[in-house]
């Protein structure tokens, strides 16, 4: 089963890290959060990616490229102009890093790694900027159950500011960061059928937009709900946030070993 990863975007809304890197390779303890999403996946068993590459996407294919490099030692023999790698762990996955167009939109991302895909076999997608401890095998089971074109995992946003409750003119309790409205968001990670890529008819099309709402609106998109931890990085602040909790050695989304 494949893994679509969306990873071609500006991130402007992080230009202190992505005037120099696309947003995916924005490290999170030292390691992009890109290897965060597909250690993700690669922990119930999906290690097949195609990363829909466009802004800075020479970058993502150069860290492919050079990653056994990066997690071995190694013996450079110049006259014999060979290299030995020793040791290290590195994953062991297939990645097809695929040019998406530097102006794509995330549904015309998709449309373009049409023939990436297999015929018939459900698909899983995610954007490059976002971790949870989503179970994806029981979201898989889920998708194949329901027998829909889609599965969005439907998150409940974390809290931003803390709450306070007011009574005359005392604050009577403060509750820190409370979680949203009750409402569900996009969580970002999708099981879809091949199917739905007809529904991109151009580079223009926004996945969130035309296709989600037509899938919507026909009883094709069914919720997987995710009441963990979940956990976008759009803004510094956030990469913050994600960077101190590797750090604490409690990052709840590292579901592997």
Not at 63 to 79: A, E, P, R
Not at 112 to 126: G, Q, V
Not at 194 to 199: A, Y
Request: proline share 5%; with cysteine.
């Amino acid at each position: 089963m494949k893994v679509v990863i969306l990873a071609g975007g500006l991130g402007s809304r992080l230009a202190e890290e992505t005037s120099i890197r696309p947003k995916p390779l924005v490290e999170i303890g030292g390691m992009p959060i890109l290897w965060h999403i597909m250690n993700i996946y690669a922990h119930h068993g999906l290690d097949d990616f195609i990363i829909c590459a466009g802004y800075k996407g020479y970058m993502i294919k150069e860290y492919f490229v050079n990653l056994v490099l990066h997690h071995s030692d190694i013996t450079v023999d110049l006259g014999a102009n060979s290299i030995n790698y020793h040791g290290g762990k590195r994953p062991n996955w297939r990645v097809t890093v695929v040019d998406t167009g530097m102006h794509s939109m995330t549904g015309g991302r998709l449309g373009r790694i049409r023939d990436h895909l297999t015929p018939d076999e459900p698909f899983c997608m995610t954007y490059g900027d976002g971790v949870g401890d989503i179970d994806i095998a029981a979201e898989v089971a889920f998708h194949r159950d329901h027998g829909l074109k889609a599965t969005m995992c439907a998150v409940t946003p974390p809290g931003r500011y803390g709450a306070t409750n007011i009574e005359g003119q005392y604050i009577t309790s403060f509750v820190e960061k409370p979680r949203g409205d009750g409402q569900r968001i996009n969580g970002g990670f999708f099981v879809l059928d091949p199917s739905v890529v007809d529904l991109i008819p151009s580079d223009d099309t926004i996945w969130e937009a035309g296709p989600l709402e037509w899938l919507a609106a026909n009883n094709q998109l069914a919720a997987f709900k995710h009441d963990g931890f979940w956990q976008p990085m759009d803004t510094l602040r956030e990469r913050t946030h994600l960077e101190e909790l590797w750090n604490s050695g409690k990052a709840p989304w590292k579901l592997w070993a």
